[in-house]
């Protein structure tokens, strides 16, 4: 231990990156991680995650806000709680509001550090997507607005294979507005050039990956689970509903919102809600992991680190 802190102190003032990012499927302490990086780097942590934006969801997104404080000192985090739940938002306005927050922390001298499991926006940064201005077709949402997700993602793959890799799919919306860009442009994306960015570029950014096993990523998952449905996870849902929040909006707000908005409406019982709602946690950590090895694929570097280990971790990140 003495040996690794005398290590941190002598090369902090050498740290070659300029953007550092913390990414791993849901329930491998990306947070935990990122806030011991972040409090020994001088940094601030920009959550990367499409739900975390929204106030009143804090259970079921896994703010987890007690995590910043570490040692009586707060660790800033940037872009949550920054929207109402039935406000839309998108990787556009994610990239916008990414590069005004990433660029103060630059400018104040401080390391940023994007946290979160929302491969698509990171992918959208790390990339410099310029995501298309498809408006939305009226006529394909009704004609779609009964299928169920699987459907959907059998469509866009059949318009655009290997779409449903590049995109997120975990929520009915998301997939229909897959569908939309697919069918309105044969490429939905593309990088950005030199100098079209708003805000700084970042020239030399490290991605640390957090690996754990299957099968322990599978316990960690129920193991939470539980905990949040203890900690008031239906009571929360219950509060948005009751606070204007629509069925309709909840289910598009994905997973835990989804499956207990069908508990609440009484199209589903309690056990089998939650036994479904595992499930569905269990298969989305899967697809976060296939994103997140094509973009590896796409030419973007991450070094995984078993466990999230935070020293070997930060050794990667120190190393000159």
């Known amino acids: 231990m003495i040996i690794i802190a005398n290590y941190i102190m002598s090369q902090e003032s050498n740290l070659i990156y300029d953007l ?3 990414l791993g499927p849901t329930a491998t302490g990306k947070t935990q991680l990122a806030v011991h990086i972040a409090n020994h780097l001088n940094g601030e942590i920009i959550s990367a995650d499409s739900r975390q934006v929204y106030r009143g969801m804090n259970i079921g997104t896994g703010k987890d806000l007690e995590e910043y404080n570490i040692n009586g000192h707060k660790i800033p985090c940037h872009l949550i709680d920054i929207v109402e739940p039935m406000q839309k ?15 103060d922390i630059d400018n104040r001298g401080k390391v940023p550090i ?4 929302t491969g698509f926006y990171i992918k959208a940064l790390l990339m410099n997507f310029q995501i298309p201005k498809t408006e939305p077709n009226k006529q394909l949402r009704d004609k779609l607005e009964t299928w169920n997700i699987d459907e959907l993602i059998r469509k866009l793959e059949s318009i655009s294979p290997g779409a449903s890799e590049k995109w997120p799919v975990d929520t009915r919306r998301r997939v229909i507005r897959a569908i939309e860009i697919a069918l309105s442009r044969e490429k939905g994306e593309r990088r950005l050039e030199k100098g079209e960015r708003d805000g700084k570029e970042f020239q030399n950014p490290i991605i640390i990956g957090i690996d754990f096993p299957r099968d322990e990523i599978r ?12 900690d008031g996870m239906i009571e929360e849902v ?6 204007g929040v629509t069925p309709e909006r909840m289910d598009d707000l994905g997973l835990e919102y989804r499956f207990i908005n069908s508990y609440l409406q009484g199209q589903i019982g309690k056990n089998d809600m939650i036994e479904k709602l595992n499930t569905a946690i269990h298969q989305f950590a899967k697809k976060q992991m296939t994103f997140f090895r094509n973009m590896e694929n796409n030419g973007i570097n991450i070094i995984w680190v078993p466990q999230g280990d935070f020293h070997i971790a930060l050794e990667v990140i120190l190393k000159t």
């Open 219 to 230: 316990k960690r998952i129920t193991r939470r689970l539980y905990q949040r449905l203890d």
């Open 238 to 243: 219950e509060s948005l509903l009751k606070n």
């Open 89 to 103: 938002y998108n990787v556009s306005q994610f990239q916008k509001d990414f590069q005004k927050v990433a660029t």
């Open 20 to 22: 550092i990012t913390i």
């Open 114 to 117: 994007i946290c979160g499991g």
